[in-house]
T-cell receptor, first 116, second 115 residues
């Protein structure tokens, strides 16, 4: 257990429905990342926050996806009008930024989404 | 060409042997390199990080980095059946702050350690 929690752990929904996932990072971590992983692939970057600011969003991410981190603590990822291609494991990671260089990311357990 | 490439495997080694996992990356600006272990159905677990050319050892694990050749490797000594998992290589660029933390992952190498 890294200290990053995600909820729910599993979500089954019908095509066209909206879903929302939550991530609670390690408390002292100011950066929060969302990734998506499908079977046989590595995690694919979606977006990330430093505190409450969303600093980068993948160009591959359609406008059906939106993420927020309103108070710089927990984050939510919403998918509107889900499609079967959205079925994947959605991973959240957090890190503590350093003045120089990069930081080490710790992953939560993931939310597995199945779109029927 | 993918930004981070790994042999998908499967790589099979006998118990007690050395497992060698390799990763190449395309962006010469990459500065930080990570190895994660991922068991089936679970999330990635950090094993090693390496930032400078050379070797870095942590218990049975050794990460090796060669920036000139743009490759990073992971050696697992005295392999155990519990090491059987998918190993993910991740690469970060350093661009002075804002997107320095973003990781680009390979698709992983599946390792099987046979008793």
């Amino acid at each position: 257990d890294t200290g990053v929690s995600q909820d729910p752990r599993h979500k089954i929904t019908k095509r066209g429905q909206n879903v929302t996932f939550r991530c609670d990072p390690i408390s002292e971590h100011n950066r929060l990342y969302w990734y998506r992983q499908t079977l046989g692939q590595g995690p694919e970057f979606l977006t990330y926050f430093q505190n409450e600011a969303q600093l980068e969003k993948s160009r591959l991410l359609s406008d059906r996806f939106s993420a927020e981190r309103p108070k710089g603590s927990f984050s939510t990822l919403e998918i509107q009008r889900t499609e079967q291609g959205d079925s994947a494991m959605y991973l959240c990671a957090s890190s503590k930024s350093r003045d120089r260089g990069t930081d080490t990311q710790y992953f939560g357990p993931g939310t597995r989404l199945t779109v029927l | 060409q993918k930004e981070v490439e790994q042999n998908s495997g499967p790589l099979s080694v006998p118990e007690g042997a050395i497992a060698s996992l390799n990763c190449t990356y395309s962006d010469r600006g990459s500065q930080s390199f990570f190895w994660y272990r991922q068991y089936s159905g679970k999330s990635p677990e950090l094993i090693m990080s390496i930032y400078s050319n050379g070797d870095k050892e942590d218990g049975r694990f050794t990460a090796q980095l060669n920036k000139a050749s743009q490759y990073v490797s992971l050696l697992i000594r005295d392999s155990q059946p519990s090491d059987s998992a998918t190993y993910l290589c991740a690469v970060n660029m350093q661009r002075g702050g804002t997107n320095a933390g973003k990781s680009t992952f390979g698709d992983g190498t599946t390792l099987t350690v046979k008793p």
